[in-house]
């Protein structure tokens, strides 16, 4: 199949270098630009999509096009501020400098930081006054602690800011449909980020479940310590096993909750009990303590078979790129008002689920 893909992709790149031949000699730059956009297009919305990326570069090559010099220099490009350089903001911050074909829209002004760090690889630090009355930063990556996040978010729509926040974006409903209604009021997109979607290991439980009528299932995962002041109780810090399993298996309800703590002992253990809209019952654990690796482990069990845990299946590459594209993706307005809805509808459905949980344990104490 790959290699009908590649033959299919390299005859019509043939064909359109035939047809254009006259226009690249005189306009290389815009012929490039078409190519290389619509690669660039497909491969965020399909990974097939990927070759078209691949072979359309091989293709410039042929007339010395440089897909990066010439391709990605687009006349409106969104300065962009990064709130947080821990892991994730590192991240970000790296995937921005680099000549990756979403980055090419962006504009890496500098980083805020409570921290006195001066500056990153050459990045400059600003103050956060500064980020949010600069004319020239039009986006924040909020990828501080998630109890931070609401505030960080509120105060740069209120600029006039675009945001991208990493999950869970507020730590309480109502924050999140209040903060939307606030994005919405002033024309900006905000988005938050879901890795997990993007991960290997979800394609392939993607795949394995499409169709199948589901019995029972159970989600296990095992980390490290949490600090809850940060990060926020356990169902927001692990919302994105939550977003797994509505991803998978559609809206769920909750049936009932408890919360083991040992804090002393540094030790948590969330047990949730939870329904599809079929009745079929899900239970969720998150347990977390000193020792305790992260690990994920899944049970599935469908009228046709079991699925026990995920084999391995590849290296997760450019989680956050890939979720980068998707964000300059709605910055260009290359989004459907109803694809942009059911990720609302999705992402308050799970922060709603995390808030009742929570509002379950903290009644049984």
Known sequence: MVEHLQEQVLAGLTSLQATISGT?????????SCVFWAGFQLACRDPAGSFILLFSAQWLQCFQTPPWSLVFQPERKFGVVVVGVGRAGSVRMRDLRNPHPSSAFLNLIGFVSRRELGSIDG???????????????????????SSSHEDYIRQFLNAGKHVLVEYPMTLSLAAAQELWELAEQKGKVLHEEHVELLMEEFAFLKKEVVGKDLLKGSLLFTAGPLEEERFGFPAFSGISRLTWLVSLFGELSLVSATLEERKEDQYMKMTVCLETEKKSPLSWIEEKGPGLKRNRYLSFHFKSGSLENVPNVGVNKNIFLKDQNIFVQKLLGQFSEKELAAEKKRILHCLGLAEEIQKYCCSRK
């Open 24 to 32: 690249v000699s005189s306009h290389p730059d815009a012929v490039a």
């Open 123 to 145: 990045v400059q630090q600003i103050s956060l006054e500064d980020a949010l009355s600069s004319q020239e930063v039009e986006v924040a990556y909020i990828c501080s602690e």
